[in-house]
């Protein structure tokens, strides 16, 4: 007997984590739910099989159950990871608005300053102590801040090239693998990537990674949300790792970049209000 439809999506997504947008969990998840959907509605036994008009009777079926946007939204990025797993990525719409779904979450974080610095502090610590994996979060931190960089963008870049005489940071790992290049203006930005650099170098990275060559993306991204939170950083208190991406927007909104830059430089590759990040 073949696997189970849940069992060769589930193991197609496992070989293809590193490029998942959603978190592992909610990823799987929602990988679980649209494969039973897929045996029970169509009898599917093979994920190869798998048509736009599966996509479509699936978004139909959610959306006459009256799902959230948002929920939709996440669901629909789990498709287009399954679909490129399988080589069908144009049997998913690129855009969410291609199914007349549109986000209106505006949750923007007032980080939380003070206890986001004294995190990165103590990882300044840590990493001169010697730490390995404080080093590679530390490097991190200073991304984040300096640049808006989501968690694991943050880990993947390192790259930094030079075009007319301008530097700019080559983002990795952005949602939906989409790679962005962010112009390195100021002071801040430049010691975050020298700083990245150093820490490549001291952990001994052969690619220029700020990972420690003996650990896996995932194992990198576990261990930079363990210690953030053992520091303090929660959700719960406005200083998780992605307030230091909101409070970058905030910034650039107070020193009058326009909306238009500010979601660029994000890199939202959808039409987005920047309400996302900036209060009204």
């Not at 112009?183 to 690619?207: D, H, K, N």
Request: glycine letters at 8%.
């Amino acid at each position: 007997m073949g696997k189970s439809l849940v069992s060769q999506v589930l193991g197609l997504i496992g070989k293809n984590w590193s490029k998942a947008s959603l978190t592992r969990e909610a990823l799987l998840q929602h990988a679980k739910q649209f494969s039973k959907f897929m045996e029970s509605k169509f009898g599917m036994n093979d994920i190869q099989n798998l048509k736009t008009k599966h996509i479509e009777a699936y978004v139909r079926d959610m959306q006459a159950r009256n799902l959230s946007a948002g929920t939709i939204a996440n669901r629909l990025t789990a498709l287009r990871t399954i679909a490129k797993a399988i080589g069908k990525v144009n049997i998913v719409e690129r855009t969410n608005a291609a199914y007349s779904i549109k986000r209106t979450r505006m949750n923007p974080i007032q980080a939380n300053t003070e206890l986001i610095g004294k995190i990165r502090s103590e990882l300044a610590e840590k990493a001169v102590a010697g730490d390995r994996i404080a080093k590679m979060c530390h490097a991190a931190a200073e991304l984040r801040d300096a640049f808006g960089l989501r968690a694991k963008e943050s880990l993947k870049t390192f790259k930094v090239v030079e075009r007319e005489g301008k530097l700019y940071l080559q983002v990795e790992g952005a949602k939906c693998g989409r790679p962005r290049d962010l112009e390195v203006r100021t002071e801040a930005q430049l010691r975050a990537v020298q700083l990245a650099a150093e820490v490549s170098s001291a952990l001994g990275s052969g690619t220029g990674r700020i990972m420690p060559p003996e650990m896996s993306l995932k194992g990198a991204v576990d261990a930079q949300r363990t210690l953030w939170r053992k520091l303090g950083g929660t959700k719960e208190n406005n200083a998780n790792m992605h307030a230091q991406r909101h409070e970058r927007f905030q910034t650039m909104k107070s020193e009058g970049v326009s909306n238009a830059d500010i979601m660029k430089e994000a890199g939202h590759g959808e039409a987005r209000s920047p309400g996302h990040y900036i209060p009204k």
